[in-house]
């Protein structure tokens, strides 16, 4: 779990621009969550949304720590104009909860073991485009 979050706040601390720190990380996320299915599947059947507060109080600091993360890498993108006009503290768990319900499916429609994190990402970061910069972002990639 510290792996996790410490790769995401390392791929925040990237320089360029603001979806490129967003594309960095989500990628962080999803290759760790690929390659440590069985803890996805755990964080999946506790039943928490991730765009929410979670229940325990050991969680929340880090899920806190997170939306704050989340909530100020939004911010600079919408006050530098590369994302759209919204309220951060509405999208910031938007972001979240995309990448869960994404990631479950993309998951489990991948049933031969053959996953591909970066052919997941690709496709998560499409919706999260779409989400946060509003563009019909077919076949965008984080490089886009």
């Known amino acids: 779990w510290r792996t996790l979050l410490e790769g995401i706040a390392a791929s925040r601390a990237i320089g360029g621009s603001v979806w490129d720190r967003i594309a960095a990380s989500m990628r962080g996320i999803v290759t760790y969550l690929v390659e440590h299915e069985a803890f996805f599947r755990i964080l999946i059947q506790e039943g928490q949304a991730w765009g929410l507060d979670p229940r325990t ?5 880090d ?13 600079e993108g919408i006050e530098s ?25 993309l998951l489990d429609r991948d049933h031969d073991g053959g996953r591909d994190a970066e052919a997941i990402a690709d496709e998560i970061l499409v919706s999260l485009r779409r989400l946060l910069c509003g563009a019909d972002a077919a076949g965008v990639t984080a490089a886009a």
Do not use: C, K
Request: glycine share 10%.
């Open 81 to 105: 104009g590369e994302l759209l006009p919204g309220d951060p503290d509405l999208l910031a768990p938007s972001v979240n909860a995309l990448l869960q319900a994404q990631l479950a499916r």
């Open 57 to 61: 109080e050991s969680a929340r600091d």
């Open 63 to 75: 899920w806190q720590n997170g939306m704050d993360g989340t909530r100020a890498l939004i911010a």
